[in-house]
């Protein structure tokens, strides 16, 4: 059996799939899923995140965490958690970074929420010298200050995606048509959800949802708001999704999303807008959301790549100059990527960000 004669059996016993389950079946399947079968991060496989490409990433993300930590008056104990950790990598490097910075290692507890059975024992072996609980949901975090990262967590949950039909709205999905995966439509409906963009939609305009982000994002923003702290997400995407972000990459390379289900990464652009109506639901104050180029500029990344250059040369420089070029520049990362700051309300967002 693979994943594709699986999800065939399953629209052939139950009709076609919504965009968002197919989605988790393809990522997440305890058998043939992306994430859970293999590592796909890194030169060799199939995408390349911010802190695979440099530690200067994870080292200025722990610093900015560890100030609002000490602007909090440094509670003790307090949680430091990332959401979807990859391969550790970004929370090695913001362990290494804050190592210096008086009592916080003394009150950490980490814990690391991963879907993948894989991952979990790569960062077990990049986290070795320290104590570490991973959690299945983010509703399993500790009741006490939460200080959190998740970078390209939140466009790799499922969405849901709908065209406008009228008033109504049909919702696209994964069907068969002589017997390969194919999309398809339903009747439109109402959808409340979307009621709020009937204002700025018209005929045939496609529309996502993503409807676990909002779950997760709750448990986060009640932490912060009930007992102090601060998220960074950092994603790709923008104010209001409009039209359709699905992509698959397999080896670097774009690649149709019904192709080879389970062997290519499945993302979408993230909706900031529909986070910030989480954030402010749970009571939780949200920075403006910032291009990760400006970010790290402010947050000192071109001072630290010289104090790194002055101890590199040749080959080992020249990939310094690269990564904090494609960490940056606009037309790399520095401007598709957007970083937002969540925090209790009557204070300040964490540094590098503004309200
Ligand atoms: N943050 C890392 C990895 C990004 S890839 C980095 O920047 O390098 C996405 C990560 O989220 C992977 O670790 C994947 O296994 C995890 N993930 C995806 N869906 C998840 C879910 N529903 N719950 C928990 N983890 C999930």
New binding site residues.
Partial sequence: MSLVEHLKTRITNDGPLSVADYM?EC??HPKFGY??TRD??GAQGD??????ISQMFGELIGLSLAQAWMDQASPDPFTLA??????G??MADILRATRSVPGFHAALEICL????P??RNV?KQALSEYEVTWL??AADLPQQPLYL?????F???PVRQFIRQGEGWAEKHVGLQDDMLSFGLTEPTAQPALEHRLEDTKDGDLVEICT?APP?LTEVCTRIATHGGAALV?DYGDWRSLGDTLQALRAHAPTDPLQDPGAA?LTTHVDFEALTITAAAANCAFSRITPQGIFLERLGITNRAQSLAASLSGDALETLIAAHRRLTHPQEMGTLFKVMGLFPKALTPPPGLEI
């Fill in positions: 988790t990522l997440l994430y859970t796909p991060l995408f390349i995140t911010a802190p695979e990332e959401l979807g950790p990859g391969r990598t970004l929420i991963e879907a993948s894989t991952l960062q299945d949901h990262v998740a970078n390209e967590f466009d790799a949950l676990t997760v950092i990464d």
